[in-house]
């Protein structure tokens, strides 16, 4: 399984649907081949499950066992006929609702037991867990103001007055907000209470670091060096074999491979002294000239100066000492994003990449 599987949760009108659907053309629009595909009714059969689950003229007539096992059997034909495929064929895919809607709505919602949800939505799903769910969390009284649908579904259309201490609706967003807390590396929430673009911006930070993040956890970087170092003894140009490995071995963000491209950077590390260098190769005179033409460069070397310099240094130290030196040397502001040489330097020191001659 290659792809990213990326799902969206919350209450009925939460806006999640509208975010969903915004992040599919932003991911299309920069290259991803993405799947849009929404719970419960996006298979053959889904369809007419939905009909069964969702239709008014059912309502108070469905058991809420009964129920539960509706949406997980749509699931079960969902992930089989769809996502599965989809993931494996290496494309993102983004569900408008997956499982957590399930332990939410009937866990939460109905009041069915936890553990069991659980353990049949293991059965359902063969274990597929999204890499990133996107809560979009809002208030009811927000949701209130929202527009109704003209129909709106057997499910939409639950009881809103007091069903003991919370509403219906405010047990299932007290679901995933408890999911949201013990899963918090897969669940983010994302306050949906603002403009459609003001949420937006924040569903696009989390799915892009995210992106990122795990697309490079999965690369080991010592690979990405060496064979990186290989390629270019071979003829190919810096910047492509450095490209070139990082897709080879799986990478597959384009965000992470232009966020994160310390090339530069790792041209100049080979270029003084392959890596394993002499005792003060990095003192270079010619900053302003590196600076020049290649900024991520200039980034490494400065790094390096301080880490040899002293091998124990923090990374919040090393970067307070390159941003002072490239301010006072340069005249120029350091951004943010500049840290990535740096931590590329930082990181191969303490991989053992870079050797010291004491
Ligand atoms: P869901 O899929 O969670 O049911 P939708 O995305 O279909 O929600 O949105 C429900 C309604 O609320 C739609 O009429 C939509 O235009 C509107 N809406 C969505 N996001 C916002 C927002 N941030 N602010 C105000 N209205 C919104
Ligand atoms: P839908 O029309 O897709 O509404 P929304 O835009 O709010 O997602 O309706 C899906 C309804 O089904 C919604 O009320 C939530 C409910 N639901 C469950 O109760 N359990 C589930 O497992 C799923 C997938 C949905």
Redesign the pocket.
Known sequence: MSGIFISFEGI??SG??TQAKLLFDHLQARGYEVVFT???GDTELGQEIRRLV?ERKTQGEIDATAEMFL?SADRVQHVNELIRPSLDAGKVVIS??YVD??LA??GYGRGLNLDDLRMVQNVATGGLKPDITIWIDVDLQTVQKRELPLFS?R??SEDRGDKGEKTFFQRVRQGFKEACQSESDRIFRVDGTRSISAVFKDVKKVVVNQISVRDLYKINLKDWVFSTIEKVEKGTAWNYAWQETYFELGGKSKESGRKFSPMNGTEILYRLGRIKGSRKPFRNPELKEIWNCSTNGAYAILALEYILEKPDISRSELWARIQERIRSELGEEPAKFNQGAPTVAYKLWHLGLIMHDK
């Open positions: 009925d009108q999640k649907s929404y719970e419960p969702l949406f408008d609702r809607s399930t709505y009937q579904d499910i939409e």
